[in-house]
């Protein structure tokens, strides 16, 4: 049996790896309306009512659209620096919008992508202290949108690769117990998206990411033993990725 000491560090090495899946393509939602005038009185509702956006918070919300649109470009152009403050400008305002109307599966998609987007840029710089946070704020609102959107296998993926990520952050402070629900949850996603698309390459990584981290923090037998098996036979047919091949080869050089 494989032992559960000889990875932490090299998953700590991993840790600053954005999350295997790529950004999802969701479109900034348009600015609400300016609310109406009054008209009868709503009937009750069991979801929480959402409030109209004030002038200035409409405002400041196509602010914020335009600057993660900026974001964005200088981030795909190598521009961390300014993508970071692009996005550090635009997330209060699309927070402002969520809190507003919690049920809009538009806004929450925005905001779980503009954080995902910063926490990106923040690794990329080497600005550790501000990645986890970041990843961590995202999670609901990516459940929210996997539990509205079941079938969209790109943002489950997305989901799937910032929970590994906040588990190795975990894990890289010896927090075991912390990281294994994370991991846990990461598992069953990514387990889903290899069962629909069993040759996905990014679903593949993140199913081996998540094994390795779950087999280190799980009471269940035999998740490290999959995970050798599964990254031999992906070093050997060239489908592992930079993140999970150095943590597979110290595995089949301390285990055969």
């Given at each position: 049996?494989?032992?559960?000491?000889?990875?932490?560090?090299?998953?700590?090495?991993?840790?600053?790896?954005?999350?295997?899946?790529?950004?999802?393509?969701?479109?900034?939602?348009?600015?609400?309306?300016?609310?109406?005038?009054?008209?009868?009185?709503?009937?009750?509702?069991?979801?929480?009512?959402?409030?109209?956006?004030?002038?200035?918070?409409?405002?400041?919300?196509?602010?914020?659209?335009?600057?993660?649109?900026?974001?964005?470009?200088?981030?795909?152009?190598?521009?961390?620096?300014?993508?970071?403050a692009k996005y550090d400008a635009a997330l209060p305002a699309i927070r402002t919008a969520v809190e507003a109307d919690p049920a809009s599966i538009d806004n929450a998609g925005f905001l779980a992508n503009a954080l995902y987007s910063a926490?990106?840029?923040?690794?990329?710089?080497?600005?550790?202290?501000?990645?986890?946070?970041?990843?961590?704020?995202?999670?609901?609102?990516w459940r929210t949108v996997v539990e509205a959107k079941p079938e969209d296998a790109t943002v489950r993926n997305i989901l799937a690769g910032t929970l590994v990520q906040v588990g190795n952050g975990k894990l890289a402070i010896q927090d075991?117990?912390?990281?294994?629900?994370?991991?846990?949850?990461?598992?069953?996603?990514?387990?889903?998206?290899?069962?629909?698309?069993?040759?996905?390459?990014?679903?593949?990584?993140?199913?081996?990411?998540?094994?390795?981290?779950?087999?280190?923090?799980?009471?269940?037998?035999?998740?490290?033993?999959?995970?050798?098996?599964?990254?031999?036979?992906?070093?050997?047919?060239?489908?592992?990725?930079?993140?999970?091949?150095?943590?597979?080869?110290?595995?089949?050089?301390?285990?055969?």
């Amino acid at each position: 049996m494989l032992t559960k000491a000889v990875l932490p560090a090299l998953l700590a090495l991993t840790a600053a790896v954005p999350a295997h899946a790529q950004i999802a393509d969701i479109e900034p939602p348009q600015a609400p309306p300016e609310a109406p005038a009054p008209a009868e009185a709503p009937a009750p509702e069991t979801a929480p009512a959402a409030r109209e956006l004030t002038k200035a918070e409409i405002a400041a919300f196509n602010k914020a659209v335009d600057a993660f649109n900026a974001g964005q470009e200088a981030q795909k152009a190598g521009d961390n620096q300014g993508a970071v403050a692009k996005y550090d400008a635009a997330l209060p305002a699309i927070r402002t919008a969520v809190e507003a109307d919690p049920a809009s599966i538009d806004n929450a998609g925005f905001l779980a992508n503009a954080l995902y987007s910063a926490a990106s840029a923040y690794a990329a710089l080497g600005q550790m202290d501000k990645v986890a946070p970041l990843y961590e704020e995202s999670l609901p609102h990516w459940r929210t949108v996997v539990e509205a959107k079941p079938e969209d296998a790109t943002v489950r993926n997305i989901l799937a690769g910032t929970l590994v990520q906040v588990g190795n952050g975990k894990l890289a402070i010896q927090d075991r117990g912390g990281a294994d629900p994370y991991y846990a949850e990461a598992l069953k996603l990514a387990r889903k998206s290899v069962e629909e698309a069993p040759q996905d390459t990014i679903s593949r990584n993140l199913l081996l990411s998540a094994l390795i981290g779950a087999g280190q923090t799980s009471t269940e037998e035999g998740m490290l033993e999959e995970a050798l098996t599964m990254g031999k036979a992906m070093i050997a047919d060239g489908t592992i990725d930079a993140a999970n091949r150095p943590t597979v080869e110290a595995m089949v050089a301390a285990n055969g």
